[in-house]
């Protein structure tokens, strides 16, 4: 059967430790979207591994597959499995042959058109990873794929009709200098070497056969989304949004299996006990604000709720994982969380670091939207009217700070009164199970009331 793991809120509700906790039954971890703009953090005893590419169960000896969906750069992909040898595991990664390649040219076109936008404020906050200018090359059917690394000649050809019109982007459009990020010899010889490293080590497959097969003869199959459905480039607050579909339909589009398959197992909607944000964009339910990325900071300043947001981010530890920027915090967003269940049909939901939450006199959430006098329920699609929403919140009482690793110990029944009122209103407004509740970073500090894969 199949597994989904799926953000519901804006990335970072800390998936990376329900695919660990639920990822032991599984026998392959896939990514099917994005690159190495996730952070997961997967914590095994005193062990802490931070991956922004290969699938978090590489870690625990499972088979980690790259899809089709995924754009992939292979300098972050070796450089995440050298290291992962060098504490001891064998990780075993297969990539798509359809997956598109990040190269040194889009990471610069990404820094280079955000400094564009910058001048007027329009820029996305984007990881600078390259993410977005390589799924435009994909859609733009000029992108080179993995597949294309393992035939010279392929690469030579591709590489050739596709530098000069990103040098002459970079140069004329922009007038910025180029250096061997834009060289097609350069490109070539390093590429060529990846491919020959994909293939000595016969890491390619064709992921829809590989899983199919595997499917087929009644192997578990988790798919590990990666960021969240409000920046899902056709579900999120669109441009705030990463390049890549997140949302479960990304399952079998960036894998190759059929919806069939995704829809007819289990889709696990993951959901921070608060919001957090990395970038531009809306947050109706903000509490604060960061410099640089809450819009309207440089004029309005700090928030009220300043001091709230600070503490919750210290106690939380949001700061990315790819870039170390802090993050915009707010209270939980439900008409946010309403589109996330209609969008993904989640079967389930796992509720991460209601810990960090305990302690306060009162915890809020933002119930409903006021809109020009209208009361919304779930997000409106454009970002300008998303933008304008006004929360309605709803206050509940604070849960004291218990021994959580007692409480995950003992069970659910463990869990502060007043935290599980929380839960359960969360339940009930998306007509979802609880099956997971994380109460700590690692995944012994949960609360298991459902395994998906049983
Ligand atoms: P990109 O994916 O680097 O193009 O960035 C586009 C937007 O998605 C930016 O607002 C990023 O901060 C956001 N983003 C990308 N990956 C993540 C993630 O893993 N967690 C949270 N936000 C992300």
Same mark, same amino acid.
């Given at each position: 059967m199949t597994v989904t793991i799926v953000g519901s809120q804006l990335g970072d509700e800390g998936k990376g430790g329900v695919v660990d906790l639920y990822g032991d039954a599984a026998d392959v971890v896939v990514r099917y979207q994005g690159g190495d703009n996730a952070g997961h953090t997967v914590v095994e005893g005193d062990e802490e591994y931070k991956l922004s590419l290969v699938p978090s169960g590489a870690v625990r000896d499972k088979v980690g597959v790259l899809g089709n969906g995924c754009v992939v750069n292979p300098e972050t992909l070796f450089d995440e499995m050298d290291a992962l040898r060098e504490r001891g595991l064998d990780p075993d990664?297969?990539?798509?042959?359809?997956?598109?390649v990040i190269f040194p040219y889009h990471r610069a076109l990404d820094g280079i058109e955000e400094e564009a936008k910058s001048d007027s404020d329009a820029e996305v906050g984007t990881t600078g990873r390259g993410i977005g200018p390589t799924y435009e090359d994909k859609v733009g059917r000029r992108g080179v794929r993995v597949g294309d690394l393992l035939d010279p000649d392929v690469l030579r050809e591709k590489l050739e009709y596709v530098v000069p019109q990103k040098r002459a982007l970079a140069e004329e459009v922009y007038g910025v200098e180029t250096g061997e990020e834009f060289d097609v010899d350069a490109l070539y010889e390093q590429y060529r070497e990846y491919g020959e490293r994909l293939a000595e080590e016969d890491m390619t497959v064709d992921a829809g056969d590989f899983l199919g097969d595997r499917i087929d003869s009644g192997k578990n199959v988790m798919f590990e989304g990666a960021q969240g459905t409000v920046i899902d480039i056709d579900h999120g607050n669109y441009p705030y949004v990463t390049s890549s579909n997140p949302t479960a339909g990304g399952a079998a589009t960036g894998t190759g299996v059929s919806p069939g398959v995704v829809g007819g197992g289990e889709v696990i909607g993951i959901v921070k006990a608060y919001l957090t944000r990395v970038g531009s964009g809306p947050l109706p339910t903000e509490l604060g604000g960061v410099a640089g990325d809450t819009p309207g900071y440089d004029e309005q300043g700090e928030g009220e709720n300043e001091e709230l947001a600070e503490y919750i981010r210290e106690e939380g530890g949001e700061y990315g994982t790819v870039?170390?920027?802090p993050r915009r915090v707010g209270w939980l967003d439900v008409p946010m969380l309403r589109h996330a269940a209609r969008t993904n *049909?989640?079967?389930?939901?796992?509720? %991460?670091?209601?810990?960090? +939450?305990?302690g306060l006199d009162e915890v809020k959430v933002g119930h409903s939207y006021d809109l020009d006098g209208e009361e919304l329920f779930t997000m409106p699609a454009t970002t300008e009217r998303w933008g304008r929403c006004e929360p309605n919140?709803?206050?509940?009482?604070?849960?004291?700070?218990v021994d959580w690793d007692a409480v995950a110990?003992? *069970?659910?029944?463990?869990?502060?009164? %007043?935290?599980?009122?929380? +839960?359960?209103?969360?339940?009930d407004q998306l007509d979802t199970d609880v099956y997971a509740v994380g109460v700590g970073p690692g995944r012994e500090q949960t609360?298991?009331?459902e395994d998906p894969f049983e």
């Amino acid at each position: 059967m199949t597994v989904t793991i799926v953000g519901s809120q804006l990335g970072d509700e800390g998936k990376g430790g329900v695919v660990d906790l639920y990822g032991d039954a599984a026998d392959v971890v896939v990514r099917y979207q994005g690159g190495d703009n996730a952070g997961h953090t997967v914590v095994e005893g005193d062990e802490e591994y931070k991956l922004s590419l290969v699938p978090s169960g590489a870690v625990r000896d499972k088979v980690g597959v790259l899809g089709n969906g995924c754009v992939v750069n292979p300098e972050t992909l070796f450089d995440e499995m050298d290291a992962l040898r060098e504490r001891g595991l064998d990780p075993d990664v297969r990539l798509a042959r359809r997956a598109h390649v990040i190269f040194p040219y889009h990471r610069a076109l990404d820094g280079i058109e955000e400094e564009a936008k910058s001048d007027s404020d329009a820029e996305v906050g984007t990881t600078g990873r390259g993410i977005g200018p390589t799924y435009e090359d994909k859609v733009g059917r000029r992108g080179v794929r993995v597949g294309d690394l393992l035939d010279p000649d392929v690469l030579r050809e591709k590489l050739e009709y596709v530098v000069p019109q990103k040098r002459a982007l970079a140069e004329e459009v922009y007038g910025v200098e180029t250096g061997e990020e834009f060289d097609v010899d350069a490109l070539y010889e390093q590429y060529r070497e990846y491919g020959e490293r994909l293939a000595e080590e016969d890491m390619t497959v064709d992921a829809g056969d590989f899983l199919g097969d595997r499917i087929d003869s009644g192997k578990n199959v988790m798919f590990e989304g990666a960021q969240g459905t409000v920046i899902d480039i056709d579900h999120g607050n669109y441009p705030y949004v990463t390049s890549s579909n997140p949302t479960a339909g990304g399952a079998a589009t960036g894998t190759g299996v059929s919806p069939g398959v995704v829809g007819g197992g289990e889709v696990i909607g993951i959901v921070k006990a608060y919001l957090t944000r990395v970038g531009s964009g809306p947050l109706p339910t903000e509490l604060g604000g960061v410099a640089g990325d809450t819009p309207g900071y440089d004029e309005q300043g700090e928030g009220e709720n300043e001091e709230l947001a600070e503490y919750i981010r210290e106690e939380g530890g949001e700061y990315g994982t790819v870039t170390g920027r802090p993050r915009r915090v707010g209270w939980l967003d439900v008409p946010m969380l309403r589109h996330a269940a209609r969008t993904n *049909g989640f079967t389930g939901l796992a509720v %991460n670091h209601v810990d960090v +939450l305990a302690g306060l006199d009162e915890v809020k959430v933002g119930h409903s939207y006021d809109l020009d006098g209208e009361e919304l329920f779930t997000m409106p699609a454009t970002t300008e009217r998303w933008g304008r929403c006004e929360p309605n919140l709803r206050s509940f009482d604070g849960w004291e700070d218990v021994d959580w690793d007692a409480v995950a110990e003992q *069970g659910y029944d463990a869990i502060p009164a %007043n935290a599980r009122r929380y +839960l359960d209103y969360v339940s009930d407004q998306l007509d979802t199970d609880v099956y997971a509740v994380g109460v700590g970073p690692g995944r012994e500090q949960t609360v298991v009331l459902e395994d998906p894969f049983e």
